[in-house]
């Protein structure tokens, strides 16, 4: 028999059973906040209740921490693990939500007349299609219009939002919301007339006047020898709109540079969100260098060129969450993707910087090695004086390989736009614990305060970055860190292609290695430094290359050669 008490206890225990999801609902708490609107935008007033807009749900994935705990056991030299990189069930197990996370987020969404469509492979991404006045209740916030100033555009955004308590555990953030992203812009060089020879021989000759594939042949030691495992190894390179890469300027580049390359050679493209290489679009030199640049040195590797549009599915992500999703969706994914774009950090928000950057830890884990252009900025200015540096972002991310610029050859020095330094989301990973401490011990009396000493620290290694020749209706030079990560992405490509010949495994994330052992194939650079023009006219001076890691060249320029010796190939 009950006693009172517990007659008591057992009917309010019914009662909170019986409170029915729909109550639980209508309390809501604030999910993510932004306190002032971000330099550079201005607010126009509340958003037209009547205007459609995309949001996106990511929900809470089921493993997420297992995720990373299995990328860096494949990842590491030392583990047992090591190589033995995951299937795409296998990784979609981890990110896949749990059935209650799921069903109570579509029973919400159902309740409110809308119905979601996945966006991703593992189901951890949903989108709703929703007027601004129903998303105003739905998230108990106000969306408006916000005018960004340097250009006019405008955005449908809000400072904050909110979920209902019963769903806080369940979704991770909605968006486009409290991001206002600032894309990273790349520098470009001005025409000159096209080069009459190609000297072969001796670095000083091929080096001497610009940057030219023989002259990063001779630099790095890259070989002429063509790729074995055609079928097996692929090389991966982001593109966007408007920045095609056209067929008939990469058979000219390959007739000048590489004549002993069939000048048909070409590459693949793969279109995402509405992109299609156009060739008739007008040429933009990002698409050309980063094409011929690939094609041009990882000799016979297959190139895929992941071309983003404009109907764009992830919203403030810009389309690389969408790749990301299209390259996992794929049952073999590259071994390598080189990306030339980026993000001020603090330009979105840490829940959304978060999910790709996991998503990059999902292709890590299945073996895919991601190289991210560190950026041109320098150090990056987070205000007009040029007092706090701004991060990057993805090449911050702590799941991919920041790839930095250097400029000269005899010796190399750091190229002053190379961007770098710590993230102020991300911390310090463990496998860069060793070389960025020597580094702050020596130099962190440098520019101290303007940067998060304990933050993730980027780039991780470097190549040239100054007046590559592309051609586009005319041979002409370009500089910056988009041109540096094409480059390491040829080297691990025909580096991959040596290891699937000895049937060895390919070598994937690489950081984890790169700061163990792989450092010691890469040639460090010690002088020349970063530094930027903010707006305000104030000059942010910025790091300055050193012996061992630096956050302008990370742990230097690598050679093929040694990186064969170094792995017994």
Known sequence: M??????????????????????ELSTFSVHELRKTVPAGFTEVGPAPPETTINLRLALAESNPDGLVDALYSVSDPDSPSYGQYLSKDEVERFVAPQPATTEAVNAWLKENGLTAKPLSPAGDWLGIDVPVSKANSLFNTTFSVFRREDSGAETIRTLAYSLPEALQDHIDLVHPTVSFPVSVIRKAGSPVPPQTSVAQGGLQSVCANDTIPACLQELYKIPLTPAENRKENQLGVTGRFGNSAHYEFLQTFLEKYRPDMNPATNFSVVGIDGGDNGQNDPSVSEGELDIQYTVGLATYVPVTYYFVGLDLQDGDLMGFLDEANVILALDKPPQVLTTSYGFEESSLSFALTDKLCRAYAQLGARGTTILYASGDSGPGCADDSGDMFEPTFPSNCPFVTSVGGTQSFSPEEAWMGS??????????????????????????????????????????????????????????????????SPTVASIFALINDRLLSADRPVLGFLNPWLYKEGFKAFTDIASGASSIQCSGNATAHGFAAVEGWDPVTGLGTPRFDKLLDLLHL
Not at 427 to 440: C, E, F, K, N
């Open 419 to 484: 961007s770098g330094g710590f993230s102020n989301y991300y911390s310090r990973p463990l496998y860069q614990q060793g070389a960025v401490t020597s580094y702050l011990n020596a130099h962190g009396n440098s520019n101290k305060g303007r940067f998060n000493a304990s933050g993730r620290a980027f780039p991780d290694i470097a190549a040239k970055a100054d007046d590559f020749i592309i051609y586009a209706d005319i041979f002409f030079p370009i500089v910056g860190t988009s041109a540096s």
């Open 2 to 23: 009950f006693s009172a008490s517990a007659l008591l206890a057992f009917a309010f225990l019914r009662a909170v059973i019986a409170t029915p999801l729909k109550a």
